[in-house]
């Protein structure tokens, strides 16, 4: 039978109006029953006031260009990314009328807005300015109802008192002058015009213009038509509720949707037709309505709506529906991709841990609270009352035989031929003893139970028990795996271990000690997931690869990994259940990518508890019609992976605000020459947002400062970039998002930042600067050659002094052989030309010979003196040390002065030529206290240390001023030898000397290596 009765639009219009008046609706009962299971696939999230909205009624949802929505509210305007609010309002725009708004348009072609006040007229935005226009302007009243645009990018301006047009050039034109309340004007996406008034519902398109004979009287006075909705859906079908009844228009014949057919009994406020092309309703009482397959199916606060009283439905570019509902915020409807089952369906406890689907595809449930059985649709539960012996149920096994193992905590049991049958025992335990974390058979028939106290074997009857002592890592086992090849691998709380026939062998390099599952998948590749650490890749006998939540995985707990069709890797957690593509694990151990990419879901999906369980086996499958199944903390999680929807689109990226030194810059919109850093600012943070409603929580950004950073930096779900102390110069910031299926937006948003050099790194300082360094350099010059000039002088008179030095030494020299050996010679020669003349008187000739003898004798010592001063002697048959402690004592004997003398061995730590200059300078020094100082006492000390020698020679003499005597350009010349003998030596000197308290000669001498 046909649901609805067709009315031909091609007769007159009287005959048409009397069939219609004639009409008898078909009811049908019953076509629109709560159907559970389509309630259960949809989830309302919801935002209010105490998320950020200003206020919980909103009446109109718009998205604007570049991405976001924007919401009325009767406390301002609000624009939404998915994650935060922006709200404006009189507070902080001052160009704002008012903070009461009803509708909104979004212009398509920008990111222009028009918003509708209940009394002060209509605001624009545009380029971030707020502009009004009111009655002044040309509107025929301030109140208004409703923002279209037209095909010709005009706007039709819905007013209290009648409708206006607003053209591009900002010229107001008034259309009608009437009560709102009395007409309804709908610019449908096909670029139709529909008009709704007393003389019925027309349709203007390309000029020609339609009537259509409804099938209800219009009532102007009565039922408001100002708030009747018309809807054009995909189809180009035209949909008008009216009294009660909903009616459809489409090529000239009408579908009437009545109250028998549970049509929503209260007013519809708005209409809006989802991805799958269900047309909503939005009530004001009985809230959001859907029409799917010919059935109403009605959605309240009982199935999480947050409101009754729907004012808009608006479906967004990513066909994610959304509601504004009147005091209950805003709401969001999603698909539910994960289906609870919990004690609320019959389940025996809430706390879920193993799972097993048997190949009739019914399912075992193990509980803390005892066993529960799924087939078909129903749940049975068994606890002791039922004859189970253990009701904390940790593992389940069923083997070929259809016995059913169940591991609890105390003991294990079997399930056969409905009864429970203990078998702690014959694993030589006693009840209570221990625990049993997972149940297996190998493929040679022999059992296995992992338990808290080691891995137990049992064949031919004998069970045997494998811990520490056999080479396990850890006696808490919690999982066995067989792999195709046949090993045992064994999870335990600190590591992995593999058993073959060559015995135990433990792995390491996992990516966390603690195992809580093991998978092989096609490729023989196994995959270890830890408690803690993380997801661990063994492949081919390579060296593991490791994952954790900084190289992308949303959690580093992995209690269970299963893979669907798609080849995805669903893993679950603490935080909830995490998709993972196994290609990207795979090109992420190659080195093809540096950041792996999860799609986490939790309550927001559907889950009662995002905190999964494992560690019990087996912790999750994926059932024989691809749902995969997973145990947490209220029940179980089932997701069918086929069904969950893949968003293609790239999000929209925007940068929202810059702030430097904390302080809001100019929008960086606004400006159009970017940010502008000064050399005194040097905390500079960017916000950005990406603009994807479906998970937007999940939403990643990266980022990077061209011509500046090489690489990108990876920012995560945060959407505040910070940088201190850039260098100057020109960059452009660039940030770029991924949705949470991955799909990047490349090209992202990008600002221009112009960082201002400091006064120091301006062109005119580095100019300055080299002018400067130029004049300093001549300066320096300059500077230097005239100190050159004084070295010069004062090397020349020293020179000179030197020379005098040696000239004298030569003339004192010249002066002793011609006064002391010139004088003996002569007195010789002349004794002997005497001697030779008195020959013959032997008196005479020996008293001359005498004489001979004692001028030869004292010419022989001035010779040896005059020797002794050119070059001791001593110091080849004593020694330096020697030598000096000689030349002292016949000093002290011959000039009365009392010498202490401390004399360190120096033989032998200096060259020939450098002992008879460190010789010299003691003789010097000494001869200086002996003809000037007028001293009683004298010390000379000569120290040997390490790599030196510290010569020290002082007096109780008059002194001097050692600051003039010093110079050696000014004389003091007994110094002069001191010194260019210790420079010869590499030596250093000092004088310290002051009038009447003595002289101290100091001189360092660094031996050479």
């Excluded at 600002?751 to 100019?767: D, E, H, K, N, S």
């Excluded at 020959?839 to 030869?856: G, M, Q, R, V, W």
Aim: proline share 3%.
């Amino acid at each position: 039978m046909d649901l609805f009765r067709y009315i031909s639009a091609g007769q007159p219009r009287h005959s048409r109006r009397r069939i219609l008046l004639r009409i008898n609706f078909l009811l049908l009962f019953g076509l629109l029953q709560f159907n559970p299971e389509v309630s259960a696939q949809y989830r309302f999230d919801r935002w209010t006031t105490d998320n950020g909205l200003p206020q919980n009624s909103v009446y109109s949802i718009q998205q604007t260009a570049d991405g976001y929505l924007w919401l009325t509210t009767l406390d301002g305007l609000v624009r939404f990314d998915g994650v935060r609010f922006t709200v404006f309002s009189k507070a902080d725009s001052p160009n704002l009328p008012s903070n009461r708004f009803i509708k909104l348009l979004a212009d398509d072609e920008g990111e222009t807005i028009f918003a509708g006040t209940d009394e002060v007229g209509l605001v624009r935005r545009q380029n971030g300015e707020f502009r009004t226009f009111t009655v002044a302007d040309g509107l025929p009243a301030n109140g208004i109802h409703d923002i279209q645009k037209d095909a010709d990018g005009s706007i039709l301006i819905t007013t209290h008192g009648g409708a206006a047009r607003l053209r591009r050039d900002g010229s107001l034109t008034v259309e009608r002058e009437q009560s709102f309340r009395e007409f309804k004007i709908y610019l449908a996406p096909s670029g139709a015009r529909w008009e709704l008034d007393a003389g019925g519902l027309r349709k203007i398109r390309d000029g020609q213009t339609t009537h259509f004979d409804l099938p209800f009287e219009v009532k102007p006075g009565g039922y408001e038509l100002g708030f009747v909705p018309l809807f054009e859906d995909r189809e180009g079908a035209l949909w008008l509720p009216y009294e009660g009844r909903i009616y459809r228009f489409k090529d000239g014949a009408i579908s009437v949707f009545a109250r028998p057919q549970q049509t929503p009994a209260s007013a519809v406020r708005s209409i809006a037709e989802d991805r799958a092309g269900n047309v909503w309703f939005g009530t004001e009482k009985e809230g959001a309505c859907r029409l799917a397959e010919n059935r109403f199916e009605c959605f309240t606060t009982a199935d999480g709506l947050s409101s009754n009283f729907i004012h808009s439905i608006f479906l967004d570019r990513e066909k994610t529906l959304w509601f504004g509902t009147n005091e209950g915020g805003l709401d969001r409807l999603t698909d539910r991709v994960v289906s609870p089952l919990s004690v609320r369906d019959g389940l025996v406890n809430e706390n879920v841990y193993p799972l097993l689907e048997t190949r009739a595809g019914d399912v075992w449930i193990g509980t803390f609270g005892g066993l529960s059985h799924y087939e078909n649709g129903k749940i049975t539960n068994y606890t002791k009352r039922e004859g189970l012996l253990y009701d904390a149920v940790q593992s389940l096994y069923r083997d070929e035989t259809g016995r059913l193992w169940i591991g609890s905590v105390g003991g294990v049991q079997f399930l056969e031929n409905g009864k429970f049958t203990d078998f702690t025992r014959d694993l030589n335990f006693k009840i209570g003893e221990t625990d049993f974390w997972d149940i297996h058979r190998d493929r040679h028939g022999t059992l296995w139970f992992a338990t808290r106290s080691g891995l137990i074997k049992f064949a031919g009857g004998t069970a045997t028990r494998l811990t520490t002592a056999d080479g396990l890592p850890h006696n808490n086992v919690k999982i066995i795996d067989e792999t195709r090849s046949g090993e045992l691998w064994i999870g335990t709380d600190n590591g992995l271990a593999k058993i073959s026939e060559s015995g135990v062998e433990v792995l390491g390099g996992l990516a966390g000690k603690s195992v809580r599952t093991i998978y092989e998948d096609a490729d023989g590749t196994v995959w270890i997931g830890t408690y803690e650490g993380g997801l661990t890749r063994l492949k081919n006998g390579t060296a593991p690869t490791n994952y954790t939540a900084a190289d992308g995985l949303f959690s580093n707990g992995v209690f269970a990994i299963i893979e669907d069709r798609r080849g995805n890797f669903w893993m679950s957690s603490n935080q909830g259940i995490y998709r993972v593509a196994r290609r990207e694990l795979e090109d992420f151990a190659d080195g093809k990518i540096k950041k792996i990419t999860s799609t986490a879901y939790g309550k927001s999906d559907g889950m009662l508890n995002v905190e999964c369980n494992g560690g019990r086996q087996p912790a999750g499958f994926r059932a024989a019609d691809g749902r995969l199944w997973f145990p947490t903390q209220d029940g179980i999680a089932i997701i069918n992976p086929d069904s969950v929807p893949f968003n293609p689109n790239p999000p929209p990226v925007v940068i929202e605000s810059v702030k430097i030194d904390n302080l809001l810059a100019e929008t960086p919109a606004a400006n159009g020459s970017g940010i502008v850093v000064s050399p005194d600012q040097n905390n500079l943070e960017i916000a950005y947002t990406g603009l994807s409603f479906i998970k937007p929580e999940q939403i990643r950004f990266r980022y990077r400062i061209e011509n500046l950073d090489a690489n990108w930096t990876e920012a995560g779900t945060r959407r505040t970039a910070y940088f201190s102390r850039l260098p100057p110069g020109e960059f452009t910031f660039r940030v770029a998002a991924a949705n949470s299926d991955n799909v990047w937006n490349e090209q992202g948003a990008a600002i221009r930042i112009v960082v201002l050099p400091p006064f120091y790194r301006t062109w005119w300082f580095t100019a300055l600067t080299v002018l400067g360094l130029a004049a300093a350099g001549v300066l320096l010059y300059r500077f230097r050659v005239d100190q050159i000039k004084r070295k010069y002088a004062l090397e020349t008179a020293f020179s000179r002094k030197l020379i005098d030095s040696q000239e004298r030494e030569r003339k004192r020299f010249a002066a002793e052989m011609h006064d002391g050996l010139g004088q003996s010679f002569v007195i010789i020669k002349n004794r002997a030309r005497l001697s030779l003349k008195q020959i013959d008187n032997e008196a005479a000739t020996l008293d001359h010979l005498e004489k001979i003898s004692e001028t030869a004798s004292q010419a022989l010592e001035e010779t040896r003196e005059i020797a002794f001063n050119l070059r001791p002697h001593l110091l080849d048959r004593l020694g330096l040390t020697k030598t000096i402690e000689s030349m002292i004592d016949k000093v002290s004997s011959a000039s009365g002065i009392e010498f202490e003398t401390t004399l360190d061995p120096i033989d032998g730590l200096l060259d020939k030529d450098s002992e008879i200059l460190l010789y010299r300078i003691v003789q010097e020094a000494v001869s200086n206290i002996v003809k000037h100082s007028e001293a009683a006492k004298a010390t000379v000390t000569v120290e040997h240390r390490a790599a030196q020698i510290k010569l020290q020679i002082s007096d109780d003499g008059r002194g001097f001023d050692a600051a003039g005597e010093n110079d050696l350009s000014k004389g003091g010349f007994g110094l002069v030898g001191i010194a260019e003998r210790t420079r010869l030596l590499n030596g250093r000197m000092r004088v310290e000397a002051e009038a009447g308290k003595g002289t101290l000669v100091s001189v360092e001498i660094n031996l050479r290596k």
